[in-house]
């Protein structure tokens, strides 16, 4: 009963631990000033579905006939006219479906630039775990020196060690103090970088996890995730974007229509009276924009192809790097959990020697620089141990960018 309350207190200690970062990942991507950025540039794509959802502009022309020419129901005296051109059936709608696809790859970048974000969270994380784990095992091994010193000065009493022994207790202890305090400081700039990275005061302290092991068993990840990773959907939002830009060539490249309508001011003619005398002149106009020296549309739809062509190439590269990403990170993690292991049965080991060394004084008899030399392999042990585990969840952090675990 008393393993099971451990076990259930356990499972809610890393719930609570994976919900804390969890929440320092959304508090990120909710400042960060780059994804800002992106989501502006997606708004300013969505807009411009409304900007090509429009007609040319409206001609509207006037013309007064200085030099007035006669007509048999009088003068012309000025001259209005009014012009409409509009695109081939469909074209406008294609135009739409191209700035739709072009505001949907914007999209994607924007789970890129989130998913990139949550990476460089979460190894910055770890790696402040990994600092102030190993300040936790100096301060341990610092009080352990000390104890040993405390057991040199009485063994100096009895005669049984020497006064070297107890300074080099003595510079051991200073040596782990300047390892710790160096520490400190490489955790405050760490820190720094793990608050600009959520776009908040560098100088706010960061709480991390007090203790974390590896879990039994690794997740699945599968090669098949990376199809449907976002830096490869990307190319397939801008594969399809080239052909709705092909479309809207093809409708381009069709005739305009016009419709226009011309109005004549005529004057009355003088001392003549007949029915249409000054009747002015009102005549609807129908025009055609054919573009019959169409080599531009020819040479956008070669374009075309070669960008396709480009993109396909493209995604095939990306996918081969991310592969070799993603199997680099899968033998990095199984390496730090085989490097784990070996630290513990090491550790174990040196606790066992620790144990002999103290019956050896508890004898009457011991010597000191067996002393600092098990107290060395037990420090380092650990230190190796803590850098197992947080090389082993950077590799995982890794391997849940790549895959459907982000």
Known sequence: MRNIILIIILLFVVQGQAQELQSYIQEAESNSPEI??????????????????TLPNTEVSAGYFVSETETRTGAQMAKLSVKQMIPWFGTITARENYATSLAEAE??????????????????YYRLYSIRARQRVLEENIALLDTYEKLAL???????????DVLRLQIRQNELVERKEVLGQDFLAEQSVFNNLLNRDENMEVEVFDALNLPS?????????????????????????????????EKESLPDLGFGLDYVAITER????????????????VSVSIPIFNNRYKSITKQNKLRQQELTAQKKDRRNKLETVLL???????????????????????????????????????????????QELQLKFQINGIESVKNYYVQMAIINYLSNNN
């Open 36 to 53: 800002q950025a992106f989501e502006l540039r997606y708004n300013i794509a969505e807009e411009k579905v409304n900007e090509v959802n």
């Open 107 to 124: 999209f994607v970048e924007i789970t890129i630039a989130k998913r990139k974000l949550a990476l460089s969270v979460t190894q910055s």
């Open 270 to 285: 003088p001392n003549m009276d007949f029915n249409d005398n000054g009747k002015d002149i009102l005549m609807p106009m």
């Open 217 to 249: 068993k690794d997740p699945m990840v599968s090669l098949q995730d990376l199809n449907v990773h976002p830096e490869l959907l990307k190319y397939d939002e801008l594969y399809e974007s080239v052909e709705k830009a092909e479309l809207v060539n």
């Open 154 to 164: 009485t063994s100096l009493e009895v005669g049984n060690a020497s006064a070297v």
């Open 328 to 374: 680099t990170a899968i033998s990095n993690r199984e390496s730090s959990r085989i490097a784990y292991s070996t630290q513990l049965d090491n550790l174990q080991q040196a606790d066992d020697a620790e144990e002999i060394l103290i019956k050896s004084y508890e004898s009457g008899s011991i010597d000191f620089n067996d002393v600092l030399d098990v």
